[in-house]
């Protein structure tokens, strides 16, 4: 995708929870980008810059309205932080499949939810947050970034969730480092 030299990135924001409100100011600090449309729910959209953009709630799927404002806003990225919602093919096509997921999972090992404790009840040594480029079947979309850490045997699941949040904001940093600079985007 060719984004000309004199105007900024335009961005559509999809998330909710403590991980997209802690991603969502780094994106709005980045000079090279505009965010245009944020779908979330109506407690993130009163905690962050109101009015700024154009703002839909997640309550439901909304996708009409949702692919209608990218068309208006000259969407150049979506970037999805834990969006509750499947994006449609048609959606992802306005966007010409840039679009990228932070999944707080390994993937493909943990598609889905409640990834953190089937970590723990497993045994796992490690846990990864994951950015995946998004495609139509979920949680499968080749693989931008991961970070790991290390779950500890007294790890509970909320120490766990709490010591992710590190790793999930350090791959979101790198994806917006790399988009603002026009960097190709890794697929694995």
């Not at 965010?35 to 703002?55: E, G």
């Not at 969006?83 to 993937?107: C, D, M, R, T």
């Not at 139509?136 to 992710?164: C, M």
Request: aromatic fraction near 10%.
């Amino acid at each position: 995708m060719k984004i000309a030299l004199n105007r900024k990135i335009n961005i559509a924001f999809l998330g909710r929870g403590t991980i997209a409100e802690a991603c969502f100011p780094i994106c709005k600090a980045n000079n090279n980008f505009d965010i245009k449309l944020v779908v979330s729910n109506n407690s993130f959209n009163n905690h962050f810059y109101k009015n700024d953009y154009v703002f839909i709630s997640n309550k439901k799927r909304n996708e009409k309205l949702i692919l209608e404002n990218l068309k208006i806003n000259n969407i150049d990225y979506i970037l999805s932080v834990q969006h509750p919602w499947i994006l449609s093919e048609e959606i992802l096509n306005q966007v010409n499949g840039q679009a990228f997921n932070l999944h707080n999972a390994k993937l493909p090992e943990y598609q889905g939810f409640n990834s953190i404790s089937h970590a723990i009840l497993n045994g796992d040594k490690t846990y990864t947050s994951t950015i995946h480029w998004i495609n139509p079947i979920v949680d499968s979309g080749p693989i931008a970034y991961e970070e790991t850490i290390n779950i500890e045997k007294d790890d509970t699941s909320k120490a766990l969730y709490n010591k992710s949040i590190d790793i999930s904001i350090k791959n979101f940093t790198k994806l917006i480092n790399d988009l603002s600079s026009k960097s190709e985007i890794p697929r694995k």
